[in-house]
Antibody, heavy 113, light 110 residues
Framework: QVQLVESGGGVVQPGGSLRLSCAAS????????MHWVRQAPGKGLEWVAF????????YYADSVKGRFTISRDNSKNTLYLQMNSLRAEDTAVYYC??????WGQGTLVTVSS | DIQMTQSPSSLSASVGDRVTITCQAS??????LNWYQQKPGKAPKLLIY???NLETGVPSRFSGSGSGTDFTFTISSLQPEDIATYYC????????????FGPGTKVDIK
């Protein structure tokens, strides 16, 4: 069955960078678009970014545009989220999700000095 | 961007009660609406897709209806394991981005 495992979360200072990974298995990764969605502590869900199955198009929420970059390596069945210029308000659990909405378990990013 | 509202924000009901949550979109989204269940510390789980289709393996006490701007999610007979927060999500905007979620409805047992 579909399995998505996020990694790379941690504590980072404001202005810092972090790269999240999402390892996919149980489906043909190269055939599906992928999303990142985040959830701040005690808050609701916020869509962050989407990448088409072949990486040809990428879309971002206004709140992260210009700071975050979504990418994928279909040879490694892995999705990435490069996060730069991090702010306190980026603190959240970050989930990857497959087109069709199967979700990983999430990885926590904390931006704090 | 399309805004989603949900009501109520929380509710308490007894086991066996019928529970209804509504979701309203700020513009016509046809049937491009999903419903999720999220339990504390867990990822959201897709229950209903395309407004009214039950995801495989989801109990039949869950159902959804609506189209356009107004949608309803129903639990026909609330069970203790249904304690969770429920979110609606629209995915109408093209290109495939600009997805938005409702603010959530927290359901607990009275």
């Amino acid at each position: 069955q579909v399995q998505l495992v996020e990694s790379g979360g941690g504590v980072v200072q404001p202005g810092g960078s972090l790269r999240l990974s999402c390892a996919a298995s149980g489906f043909t990764f190269s055939s599906y678009g992928m999303h990142w969605v985040r959830q701040a502590p005690g808050k609701g869900l916020e869509w962050v970014a989407f990448i088409r199955y072949d990486g040809s198009n990428k879309y971002y929420a206004d709140s992260v545009k210009g700071r975050f970059t979504i990418s994928r390596d279909n040879s490694k069945n892995t999705l990435y989220l490069q996060m730069n210029s991090l702010r306190a308000e980026d603190t959240a659990v970050y989930y990857c999700a497959k087109e069709g909405w199967s979700w990983g378990q999430g990885t926590l990013v904390t931006v704090s000095s | 961007d399309i805004q989603m509202t949900q009501s109520p924000s929380s509710l308490s009901a007894s086991v066996g009660d019928r529970v209804t949550i509504t979701c309203q979109a700020s513009q016509d989204i046809s049937n491009y609406l999903n419903w999720y269940q999220q339990k504390p510390g867990k990822a959201p789980k897709l229950l209903i897709y395309d407004a009214s289709n039950l995801e495989t393996g989801v109990p039949s006490r869950f159902s959804g209806s609506g189209s356009g701007t107004d949608f309803t999610f129903t639990i026909s007979s609330l069970q203790p394991e249904d304690i969770a927060t429920y979110y609606c999500q629209q995915y109408d905007n093209l290109p495939p981005g600009r997805i938005t979620f409702g603010p959530g409805t927290k359901v607990d047992i009275k």
